[in-house]
C-alpha cells in the first residue's frame, strides 16, 4: 500500500522543489512511477500489491517498478517499508516531504551553511540570479547537481556574501582551468579569494588575470566583444590561445584590437577575429602603436585612392564627349540650291 503522510484531497500534490531539483535528473520510467504513485495513493487497497498496479497502469514490468522506487529511495524522496508476508515485490512507499525532511535534513549537516531557515532556502532558489547560477553550473559540470550540493552552495553565498556569478567563475575555473569537478576544491577556491577580499565578478577576475590564468583572459575577450562568457568551446580557446601564447600578444592588445574590428563589422566572430589577428603578426605589428601606425597609414592610403579614383572618373570621356562636330555656315543662295536638290 502506498502512503503519504500529508493528503492532500482533491490533487496529487508534486511539490515545487521536486520540478526543479529533482525532476532533471530522473528518467522517464522513475517519474512515471513517482507521479503515478501519488496519484493513485488513495485509490490502492490494503492488500494491493502497489508495483503489480503500476506495472499493469504503465505498460512497464514490475521490475521497471522496483528499479524506480529505488533510484528515489537513494534520492531520499521517498522510504520503503517492507510488508509481513514473503513477497519480495510487496511493499509500501513513503512519500517524504522534501520540505520538511531532505532539506533540513542537508541543512542541519553542514556546517558551512548560514542558512537561517527553511524558507531562506526556498526563496534563494526561486532568485532568478540564482536560478541562473544552477543552470550554468549545471552544464559546467555536464550533470544536474544533487539537491544536497545546491544546499551546499547556497551556504557559500549566505556566509561568504559571494555575487553569485562570482561562484559561477570558481565553478569555471576548476572545472576549465584545474580540471576539477569536487565541490570541497571548489569551496578552497572560494574561501582563497574570500581571504584576499575578492567576493565579486570583476574582482575576481582582475585577479586571475594578474595571476596569468589563461582562461580568464579567454573570457575578458569574450566579454570585451560582448559574447556569452559561459562554457567557452575548445575550438575558440585554442585560437586565442595561439594568440596569447604563439604570438606573444599581450591581453590589452588583444582587447584593443577586438574593440576595433568590433566597430567595423556589424557581427564579428572568431574566425573574423584570427584572421585580423594573424595578418597582424605576419606583418609583425605587434602592439597597439604600430597598430595604430599601421591602421593610419592604411587610412592615408585608402583616401589617396579615393580621391585618384574622383579625379579618374572626372576626366574620362566616352566616344560621345571625343566628336567633334563640323559646322559649316550657309548663305542664303546656297541653302535654296541644297533646297532645290
Known sequence: MLKLQKTEWGITPIENIFIQNYMPMANEIQLKVYIMGLKLVDQICDDENINIVLAQTLNLTVYDIINAWGFWEDKKVIRIEPKQNTDST???????????????????????????????????????????????????????????????????????????????????????????????YIKAILLDWYDQGLVTLDSINDYLISQSDEFSKYKKIYSELGWNTQNIAEAPKKIMEKWLTTFHFDLDYILFISREASMRSANPNIKYLDKIITDLYNNQITNIELYKEYRS?????SSINKTNEKQKSTKTKNRFHNFNQERKKYNSEQLEKILRH
Not at 516531504?97 to 534563494?124: A, C, F, G, R
Not at 597609414?297 to 592610403?301: E, H, L, P, T, Y
Open 90 to 184: 510487496d511493499f509500501s512507499v513513503i512519500f517524504l516531504s522534501l520540505i520538511d525532511e531532505h532539506i533540513n535534513q542537508n541543512y542541519n549537516n553542514k556546517s558551512t551553511s548560514s542558512v537561517n531557515s527553511i524558507s531562506d532556502v526556498i526563496e534563494l532558489n526561486n532568485n532568478p540570479q540564482i536560478a541562473q547560477m544552477f543552470n550554468s553550473i549545471d552544464k559546467i559540470m555536464r550533470r544536474v547537481l544533487e539537491p544536497n550540493e545546491r544546499i551546499q552552495i547556497l551556504g557559500w553565498i549566505q556566509k561568504y556574501n559571494f555575487a553569485p556569478n562570482a561562484i559561477t567563475t570558481a565553478f569555471e575555473f576548476a572545472v576549465e582551468s584545474k580540471n576539477k569537478k569536487n565541490l570541497n
Open 297 to 301: 597609414k592604411k587610412s592615408n592610403a
